[in-house]
């Protein structure tokens, strides 16, 4: 055994830190620590060694190869922090201390939310929310509300049809108004009847600012022994007042529609301005604003669903909710409302 000096101790401190600053990864460390101060080690075989040193000298080396040792396994520590974080480097920067990046989030269409509103309204006055076909049968479109075939009224709906792959086959069309759900459901259920029909319909007509080939309506059906028209002013009137504001009055004009009677378009007061303003752009001076269509249930179609009509009425009103959404916030284009633009729907 060869003697051991301070000298050894230095010498050996001295190649172990350059062997560990070669090291460059986990695996390397691990071999360094093996070959330093493992049981094998170099450091641990000068410590070894001490007991054969006089007794004066033996403490002075005792002493720096502890120190040695110490300072050996913090370089260890340091060596391998360093390499961790190189690593991070490579991968990218991490600063926890910049703001997040911001999450878009969706909306909801200003015309569903819109929608939403609306079948709430109803629903707090008894109107269950029902459903029904895009793809309808000329019967339940036309013919059941009415309509029949070469009717002059059909002239207001202009309409998609669906091809006959033979003659007999029953006619098809993309439904032109909600309804033919009036009938669906009415041939269905025993009143008391309260629903609200939310659905697309479909025009095949050219689009421009107040027309589109597909919109959406709610359809209001009541069917009740005693109903009168004043059920069906005071329902709409209190929709209104939910929908435009508490201050609202609702006007009733005559109308015509196949199947109600009598038939009204209801209107309310401008709340855009006092009700002269030539230049309003919501009543253009009028005062007042169409929303919907309504009427009296046609007796003859409770009688054709099979109940009396002298001891049943309804009413029903149908309203497109585009018009209502371009009404509630000053949309002068419905085209905007399908065109798609995120900048136009972000604002709502
Ligand atoms: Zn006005």
């Known amino acids: 055994m060869t003697s051991t000096t301070l000298d050894t101790v230095a010498a050996v401190e001295a190649e172990a830190r350059a062997r560990l600053a070669e090291a460059a990864d986990e695996a390397a460390l691990e071999a360094w620590r093996l070959g330093v101060l493992g049981r094998s080690g170099s450091l641990t075989g000068v410590l070894r060694g001490l007991g054969a040193l006089p007794e004066d000298e033996r403490r002075a080396v005792g002493a720096a190869a502890n120190i040695a040792k110490q300072a050996l396994e913090a370089a260890l520590d340091a060596r391998r922090e360093e390499l961790r974080r190189a690593a991070l480097g490579s991968m990218e920067a991490l600063d926890v201390t910049l703001p997040g990046r911001p999450v878009r989030r ?3 269409h200003p015309v ?8 709430d309204i109803f629903a707090r006055l008894g109107f269950a929310t029902v459903e029904g076909p895009e793809v309808e049968l000329d019967e339940y479109n036309f013919g059941r509300l009415r309509i029949p075939e070469h009717h002059p009224a059909r002239d207001m709906w202009d309409t998609f049809w669906f091809e006959r792959e033979q003659a ?12 033919p759900m009036q009938i669906r459901f009415i041939e269905q259920h025993e009143p ?12 095949y007509e050219a689009t421009d600012a107040t027309h589109e080939w597909m919109m959406q309506q709610i359809e209001l059906l009541a069917v009740d022994e005693g109903l009168s ?5 005071g329902t709409l009137q209190e929709f209104a007042r939910q929908m435009f ?4 009055r609702v006007l009733m004009r005559n109308s ?4 109600v009677e009598p038939g009204v378009e209801l209107s309310v007061d401008c709340f855009a301005c006092p009700g002269n303003n030539p230049a309003c752009p919501v009543c253009r001076g009028s005062g007042w604003i169409e929303i919907m269509g309504a009427g009296m249930v046609h007796p003859e179609i409770i009688e054709a669903a099979g109940f009396d009509p002298t001891r049943y009425t309804g009413f029903a ?6 018009r209502v959404t371009m009404l509630k916030y000053g949309i002068t284009d419905i085209r905007a409302f399908y065109s798609n633009d995120p900048r136009f729907l972000a604002q709502f």
């Open 106 to 108: 969706g909306g909801l």
């Open 112 to 119: 569903t939310q819109v929608r939403r509103e609306i079948l």
């Open 168 to 179: 007999t086959d029953p006619a098809m069309l993309l439904r032109t108004h909600t309804s």
């Open 192 to 203: 008391p009847i309260r629903i609200a029909v939310p659905g697309r319909c479909y025009r």
């Open 229 to 233: 028209m004043a059920n069906l002013k």
């Open 245 to 248: 504001g508490p201050e609202r």
């Open 256 to 259: 015509y529609f196949p199947f």
């Open 317 to 322: 009103a149908g309203m497109g909710v585009e």
